[in-house]
């Protein structure tokens, strides 16, 4: 709860004391579980070197026991960190695996979450339209599933991926939409730097007046007309 609500500092010695339990325990599968939350929780707090140690301990780990499940989710963390660090190529593979295996098992979420991180990847390598489409095909899960903060996060992809491809007041609609479901929902984004690398631009080529009232139309919307918006095509 700590670290979904952003204070990853906090969160760091529950997760540690819980790991070492389970390691006084032998239970090699809730060790995975933790290192996995351990990644996660230094990559929020932008230790990357850290994280992915802990990251390719955790899939280690569930190679050893046989858990595609716990592997699948500790393959989708570290591809987000490879693409953060900027390693795209080792990303896409990674996060290639974790789709096949999310397939396999039949976890949606987990499909979602792999398409929406894929979109990361080509967002950060400049390929817009290859984002565009990993977007797309995850839109329905995202509406069916009700999740605020999946809606939220996939709303911001959306909204980097229209200024990327010059669609500003597209953009500013979707940044609103999920500024609103993240209000409602009492769930801030982890890194509103990543977002603003993609707004700045395109908000700087029109006037303030039209950025603040697309903006505003966006931050208008409930949760229901959020979702009509991620998937209109214009």
């Given at each position: 709860m700590l670290q979904q609500q952003g204070e990853s500092q906090a969160a760091l010695p529950l997760l540690e004391r819980s790991l070492a339990i389970w390691r006084d325990l032998g239970d090699r599968d809730q060790q995975a579980r933790e290192l996995n939350s351990l990644g996660i929780t230094h990559h929020h707090l932008d230790e990357l070197d850290t994280s992915r140690s802990l990251l390719e301990d955790s899939a280690a780990i569930c190679r050893e026991i046989g858990s595609d499940m716990r592997l699948a989710a500790a393959l989708t963390n570290l591809g987000q960190l490879?693409?953060?660090?900027?390693?795209?190529?080792?990303?896409?593979?990674?996060?290639?695996?974790?789709l096949t295996i999310d397939r396999k098992q039949g976890d949606m979420l987990g499909v979602a979450l792999d398409q929406q991180s894929l979109a990361g990847v080509h967002l950060r390598a400049g390929r817009a339209r290859e984002a565009r489409d990993q977007l797309s095909a995850m839109a329905g899960y995202v509406v069916s599933c009700g999740d605020p903060e999946?809606?939220?996060?996939?709303?911001?992809?959306?909204?980097?991926?229209?200024?990327?491809?010059?669609?500003?007041?597209?953009?500013?609609?979707?940044?609103?939409?999920?500024?609103?479901?993240?209000?409602?929902s009492g769930i801030p984004i982890k890194q509103p730097e990543m977002l603003e690398e993609f707004l700045a631009p395109a908000r700087a080529t029109i006037a303030p007046e039209a950025w603040d009232a697309a903006l505003a139309a966006g931050r208008a919307l409930t949760q229901q007309q959020a979702v009509a918006l991620l998937l209109a095509q214009d």
């Open positions: 490879e693409s953060d660090a900027g390693n795209f190529d080792r990303a896409t593979q990674v996060l290639q695996e974790a999946l809606l939220a996060t996939t709303l911001e992809m959306s909204a980097a991926n229209a200024a990327q491809l010059g669609e500003v007041l597209r953009a500013a609609r979707h940044a609103g939409a999920a500024e609103a479901v993240r209000q409602k």
